[in-house]
């Protein structure tokens, strides 16, 4: 029962490796730093990444900036909440807000166009996470995250919130409909 | 003990390798278990929060 | 001062009666937290699976704080704190250092841990274990935590006073074991868990009561998670050391190498803390070199540690059982081992389920760009219950098979449900933890009652296929549930009706004999390929690894182009 004795040798700081673990550890090494070097890689040739751009805010000062994206650019109001649906141009600083309990305002973006969208909570944490395309990221109230995004797909994307925030989280719904041009 | 009649070479193989060394000693690794997170996650962590810049 | 000391007869175990209570009592709080947490568990599971839906929203909520709070903390650090004192006074022969502070650890955890149960009870405080400001708690909430925490670092102080006492008494000679020296780790671990926990929720206590008017809330969730995900490393480091000493008990097999695996362990004292930033990778701010530095524990250096001690646990196992003539073949060894006995079956199901499901999933969904697709989901869930369910808990009740007629001296009650219940458990848990994965993959988020979005303005429909997966996790967590009350039941009924053992085992003041070195390995180890059948195991247990890595880049790099 020796991992419950000391070892059987005082000196055993410089045992030798035997094959196996030998082996073993130059393998898994071998690995570990494969799948280390494959972040910076896919930061240079892969197409999705978060590069940590944010700004600190606060929710009155984001809450205007999303009102005043949605006072230049609703196209039209959705259901009997009557939730504005923004259109804004191609390229251009998108806003949305989560709150107690949507997401605000529904975005309509172009297909291939590229866009800043501007992710921040006015109360508490919530949990951006597009469906179906299952792209998920922390929301925080103080921060202002931005994501440029460039849809690639035309259709009718939901945003749900999977951070959990209150006994109504999980009606807590928003959408980004993807137009062709 | 037992007298150092060949010191030199008694000692050398008795020497404890400096892995073991650390290995036996728990409180130098309670501090390397300490600082090394405290220095690259909480305290790194902390000096990016403090950075991110203030939005327009 | 008299210092009473017993032999048990059957494992050659020596008992200091002071850490002989305590570690009794620390295992039994701990197993029956682990029966309340598990019963909220049931209710969780029963109202995430569609079809039953059991609870309502709000109940919902206050169930599934409960049961993180339950399980992650309070069930898993008391037994780790009756390991800890195993693993000093028991394992090296020492007396217990200081038992009244210990005494006063106890108290401290189970007070604080009620604390925060009655102020879960009450409802203001559903708030999930995580508590992320700046949704509010109760301040009983955040200070039963603080009580707990601080009983556990008293705990983990008696640990190393207990180690100074050993060394200055010399109840040992040369190194301490491997497996105190993992326990080691895991208390080390535990040091900076709690300082972690203690600088974050203090002064979030302080905001509950109003003396602080902000807590930054990227800054907690920072620091924050260096306790909440450093304490499940915590779990891996005791629950390694926990298969190592099965692999000495059930087989009396010797570590393939001493420097090999304490070097590992000190990896993991080193870099297994900095994989806290799992949880920050899709946070605003945050630079990339941070997340992806801490995310891959330094380059993966904590990853290469886990991947040698899930070669080296069975390794030694394989070496044991050839050296006892089970030399046919890859795998003679492994089928001729005691698949029966609840101690090895136990012990072998978390070290698979452990590195198969809860490890490559672990880096997988910590990888930096991966966790976009991930982060949140049902996935995640998926899992850390086979790490800290199927690795950890299953590794406990292992250990406890054994423990119950040393410490206890009572026959296991019911030793046939004993023989099953790490395999119910075990399948229930994988199956459960595989489906949410893939219900995870789907989009489904953890923490949320209703995955049909009842009430929500739009409307937004998962598939056939999430839904039955979510069943399917529904099904396998109630097999998962009912492993678990097999394990409460013959453990309770062993200590209430199992047979009593009449070994002769009395408390004398004599010292007990220094402990022996362990045996020295045979002439011929180290010469040739000692554990094939163990490295076939690894390059499966790799080649599984590596293809459900790039997998996971594929299903990246479908979703929409961003920077």
């Known amino acids: 029962m020796s991992a419950l004795l000391p070892p059987s040798e005082r000196i055993w700081g410089n045992a030798p490796l035997d094959k196996v673990e030998g082996t073993w550890i130059a393998i898994a090494l071998v690995w570990c730093l494969f799948m ?16 940590g751009e944010a700004y600190r805010t606060t929710p009155a000062a984001y809450s205007a900036k999303v009102e005043a994206m949605v006072e230049a650019h609703t196209v039209r109001k959705e259901t009997d909440q009557q939730i504005p649906v923004v259109r804004p141009p191609a390229g251009s600083d998108v806003y949305l807000a989560g709150r107690l309990w949507s997401w605000y305002p529904a975005l309509e973006l172009e297909k291939g166009q590229t866009y800043r969208l501007h992710i921040s909570s006015l109360d508490w944490q919530h949990g ?10 922390q929301v925080v109230p103080g921060y202002e995250m931005v994501l440029t995004i460039t849809p690639d797909k035309s259709g009718e994307y939901t945003i749900i919130c999977n951070e959990y925030c209150g006994v109504l989280h999980h009606a807590m719904m928003g959408k980004i409909y993807v137009v062709d041009r | 003990m037992a007298e150092p009649v060949q010191p030199s070479g008694n000692q050398k193989e008795e020497r404890v390798p400096v892995l073991q060394q650390i290995l036996d000693n728990p409180f130098l690794l309670l501090f390397i278990g300490v600082v090394m997170p405290t220095v690259f996650y909480i305290l790194w962590g902390v000096m990016e929060i403090v950075t991110i810049p203030i939005a327009n | 001062m008299s210092e009473l000391f017993r ?64 399980m992650l903390l309070v069930w898993i650090i008391f037994f780790e704190i009756a390991i800890l004192y195993f693993c000093s006074s028991t394992l090296l022969r020492s007396r217990l250092a200081t038992p009244r502070w210990a005494w006063l650890a106890y108290a401290l955890m189970l007070g604080g841990a009620a604390i925060t149960g009655v102020a879960i009870l009450q409802g203001g405080s559903s708030v999930m274990m995580t508590s992320y400001v700046p949704m509010p708690a109760a301040p009983h909430f955040y200070l039963g935590l603080i009580l707990f925490a601080v009983g556990a670092l008293i705990g983990c102080f008696v640990f190393l006073g207990t180690l100074v006492v050993a060394k200055n008494e010399r109840t040992y000679e040369g190194s301490i074991p491997l497996v105190t020296f993992g326990a080691l780790t895991a208390c080390i671990i535990a040091i900076f868990t709690i300082a972690s926990g203690a600088i974050i929720l203090i002064p979030t206590f302080l905001w509950s009561v109003g003396y602080i008017s902000e807590i930054d809330p990227l800054m907690y969730r920072v620091i924050w998670w260096g306790m909440g995900h450093s304490s499940q490393q915590i779990n891996v480091s005791a629950h390694v050391s926990v298969w190592y000493a099965i692999a000495a008990i059930v087989f009396g097999a010797r570590p393939m190498s001493e420097r090999v695996s304490r070097t590992a362990f000190l990896l ?86 452990f590195g198969f ?70 399948f229930g848990t994988a199956l459960m933890s595989l489906f949410m994965m893939g219900a995870g993959t789907l989009g489904v988020a953890r923490r949320h009652w209703d995955m049909a979005f009842s009430g929500a303005p739009f409307s937004f429909e998962f598939g056939g296929a999430a839904y039955m997966m979510m069943g399917l ?70 080649a599984t690894f590596v293809v459900y890595y790039f997998l996971n880049w594929m299903y990246l790099s479908s979703v929409w182009p961003m920077n």
């Open chain 1, 128 to 137: 951006f996470s597009l469906q179906p395309l299952n792209v998920n990221v």
């Open chain 3, 473 to 542: 996790t529904g099904i396998f967590g109630v097999v998962s549930v009912i492993g678990g009350a097999m394990f409460v039941i013959v453990v309770v009924g062993s200590l209430v009706l199992g047979k009593k053992i009449e070994d002769k085992s009395e408390y004398t003041t004599t010292r007990p004999a220094i402990l022996p070195l362990g045996p020295a390995a045979p002439a011929h180890h180290g010469k040739g390929f000692v554990a094939p059948g163990t490295f076939v195991l690894a390059l499966v247990f790799l």
């Open chain 1, 36 to 51: 280390f070097f494959m972040m910076p890689y896919w930061h240079v040739f892969g197409k999705q990444n978060y590069s």
């Open chain 3, 7 to 70: 032999t048990c007869p059957r494992s050659g175990l020596v008992f200091h009666k002071p850490a002989e209570t305590l570690i009794k009592l620390n295992a039994v709080t701990a197993v029956v937290f682990l029966a309340v947490g598990g019963i909220l568990g049931l209710l969780v599971v029963m109202t995430r699976w569609p079809a039953v839906h059991l609870l309502s929203s709000e109940l919902f909520y206050q169930v599934l704080t409960g049961h993180g709070i339950i």
């Open chain 3, 268 to 353: 993991y004292i080193a870099f297994l803390q900095l994989a806290s930033a799992h949880h920050i990778l899709v946070d605003p701010g945050v630079g990339t070199e941070w997340k992806i530095f801490n995310t891959s524990y330094a380059m993966y250096l904590a990853v290469l540690a886990s991947m040698v001690h899930g070669l080296t646990v069975p390794g030694a196992i394989e070496v044991a059982q050839r050296e006892k003539g089970y030399t046919n073949g890859m795998f003679e060894w492994l089928r001729k081992a005691p698949w029966g006995n609840p101690v090895f079956s136990g012990m072998f199901i978390s070290l698979v389920g």
């Open chain 3, 357 to 426: 499901l809860g490890g490559i999933t672990g880096v997988v969904m910590g990888t930096e760009q991966i966790n976009l697709i991930i982060h949140n989901t049902i996935y995640v869930p998926g899992h850390f219950h086979p790490t800290v369910v199927l690795g950890t808990t299953l590794a406990f009740m292992a250990l406890t098979y054994f423990l119950v007629p040393v410490l206890f001296r009572r026959e296991l009650f019911l030793p046939g449900w004993a023989k099953w219940q790490p395999y119910v458990f075990g």
